[in-house]
T-cell receptor, first 114, second 114 residues
Framework: AQKITQTQPGMFVQEKEAVTLDCTYDTSDPSYGLFWYKQPSSGEMIFLIYQGSYDQQNATEGRYSLNFQKARKSANLVISASQLGDSAMYFC???????????FGKGTRLHILP | GAGVSQSPRYKVAKRGQDVALRCDPISGHVSLFWYQQALGQGPEFLTYFQNEAQLDKSGLPSDRFFAERPEGSVSTLKIQRTQQEDSAVYLC????????????FGQGTRLTVV
């Protein structure tokens, strides 16, 4: 079975600083995908970034990058130059194979301070 | 519509009442997921369809919960004899049958059992 662990329930970060949100995962499947979603107070789930288990390079999407350390089963999200609008819940998720479900972690609530 | 559509957006049910929650996925999306999200928590997996086949229902909390997707498109999550602990946001998501693509979420149905 797949599992996602997010150990930071909440974080406070000064605007314009970089922030790292931790995510570790567990799966026995060699082929899997890792996802990060943002959920603002409005409740919508917004996809941010994807990393495949066989991808050689860390994924990047604008200010978002994924620090993928396969041996440590770690997939931390890095947000550069944080903005007030980054304040939200952030969820890490895993899908082990295209025929499998997507499992989410408990999330990290990020607060960006002006 | 272009996105995942869920209805109703809000539902208040008296304890013991049956409810039906509808999800219209993005056209052509083979995979469909249902999640239950309590306030401040991560989405908890309920069930997963690939076309009309329910591949995994391991997350359904009791036999009062039932989901179907008879024609491989629209899905309905039914909760019989609702109880207060069923109060939550129910999220539906759909995706292509490809590992390296994100799931798109609907706005959710907020169920309140009184």
């Amino acid at each position: 079975a797949q599992k996602i662990t997010q150990t930071q329930p909440g974080m406070f970060v000064q605007e314009k600083e970089a922030v790292t949100l931790d995510c570790t995962y567990d799966t026995s499947d060699p082929s899997y995908g890792l996802f990060w979603y943002k959920q603002p107070s409005s409740g919508e789930m917004i996809f941010l970034i994807y990393q495949g288990s066989y991808d050689q390079q860390n994924a990047t999407e604008g200010r978002y990058s994924l620090n993928f350390q396969k041996a440590r089963k770690s997939a931390n999200l890095v947000i550069s130059a944080s903005q007030l609008g980054d304040s939200a819940m952030y969820f890490c998720a895993i899908r082990a194979g295209r025929d499998d479900k997507i499992i989410f972690g408990k999330g990290t609530r990020l607060h960006i301070l002006p | 519509g272009a996105g995942v559509s869920q209805s109703p957006r809000y539902k208040v049910a008296k304890r013991g009442q049956d409810v039906a929650l509808r999800c219209d996925p993005i056209s052509g999306h083979v995979s469909l997921f249902w999640y239950q999200q309590a306030l401040g928590q991560g989405p908890e997996f309920l069930t997963y369809f690939q076309n009309e086949a329910q591949l995994d229902k391991s997350g359904l909390p009791s036999d009062r919960f039932f989901a179907e997707r008879p024609e491989g498109s629209v899905s309905t999550l039914k909760i019989q004899r609702t109880q207060q602990e069923d109060s939550a946001v129910y999220l539906c998501a759909s995706s292509l049958e490809v590992l390296n693509t994100e799931a798109f979420f609907g706005q959710g149905t907020r169920l309140t059992v009184v």
